[in-house]
């Protein structure tokens, strides 16, 4: 029978590996680190069509990620679609291309 | 002629009502009172503790060697397919999507069902049919809070650090055959994983399934044990429809989860 200092530290190590393995899912895989949510301002765009754009894509200005998309939504007076994107407020360009 | 069919009937119903509803009523009554007595698995956190060695820490081995296996595969078989469209390089989204997203939870839960809650079952099963529940109530301390809420709560708490563990060695395992083994970009292979896998999109709702599974197995675990026939029949019974039915639970749970959280927007 094991005593009761050896199964707190399994118990310990386990949790420890655990989160650890749920660190290394969030900021490894997911990469939690670089998704910047403050600081950016809002641009809206009107598109006749968006082809396959979804929320949360990249936004380029030159190649280089510079914002994601927000929102999409159909503007019922002008039969456009309207698009909402979060552009990094670090950047001055205006985006070209999404 | 009516008379046999009312009477075919009549069984019919019987039976479904002792096997199904009858069951069903109970196992939530049985939670509910799981949940009330469980303020003395965290009082006495030792006895959570406990438990968490034998469902969490002993399924370790299991977990890690299928996760690394399961992502290895992940690896071999994407690249087969995604080469032949010239797309080798989201190799790493194919093998970490389908981990985090799936087989992840899914696979970890099925591997937890029948390495930890069969020893639930079979333990608190043997506890009533050695009369030692009985016991315990003749000395005025209550079995639900001592033997069953520690190892309910013991479960919640390991299944989502194991489904996480099982996530991260598959990823490893990809990234072994993928970049190691058959020599895909290193950089894109990574780079493009981290575009394409949100936090709260895909890990997070994966950690929630598994919060999900770990409550449905060791709810079924705790109570087929709890309800098991005290025979020694009766025990391996109760040991086998456990492993059944969580299995079943766990798929079916996993179908409406996704349904839920992956609507493809």
Known sequence: MMTRKELDL???????????????LSL??????????????????????????KVRAPVKSAGVVVGRVGEIRFDNESFEAVVALNIDSFQRTAPRRS | MTGRIAELLRALGARIVNNWIWRLGFACRFLWFTLRESGASFRRFHLTIREIYFTGVL????????????????????????????????????VSLSLVRELGPVVAG????????????????????????????????DPIA????????????????????????????????????????????WSQMQAAVDFREDVLNGVIKSLVFGVAVTWIAVYEGYDAPPTAEGVSGATTRTVVTSSLAILALDFVLTALMFRGH
């Open chain 1, 10 to 24: 399994w118990v310990g190590i386990f949790a420890v590996i655990g989160i650890g393995a749920m660190l290394f």
């Open chain 1, 28 to 53: 490894k895989v997911a990469n939690l680190a670089s998704f910047s949510a403050a600081d950016s301002y809002q641009i809206t765009a009107k598109f006749d069509n968006i082809g396959g754009l």
């Open chain 2, 59 to 94: 399924s370790l081995i299991i977990i890690l060697v299928s996760g690394l296996f399961v992502g290895m595969v992940l690896g071999l078989q994407g690249y087969d397919t995604l080469v032949r469209y010239g797309s080798s390089e989201a190799l790493g989204v194919l």
């Open chain 2, 110 to 141: 099925l591997l937890f069902a029948s390495r930890a809650g069969s020893a639930i079952t079979a333990e608190i099963g043997l506890m009533k049919a050695t009369e030692q529940l009985s016991a315990m109530e003749m000395m005025a301390v």
């Open chain 2, 146 to 189: 001592r033997v069953v809420a520690p190892r309910f709560w013991a479960g919640v708490i390991s299944m989502p650090l194991l489904a996480a563990l099982f996530s991260a060695m598959g990823v490893f395992g990809g990234y072994l055959v993928g970049v190691r083994l058959i020599g895909v970009d290193e950089g894109s292979f």
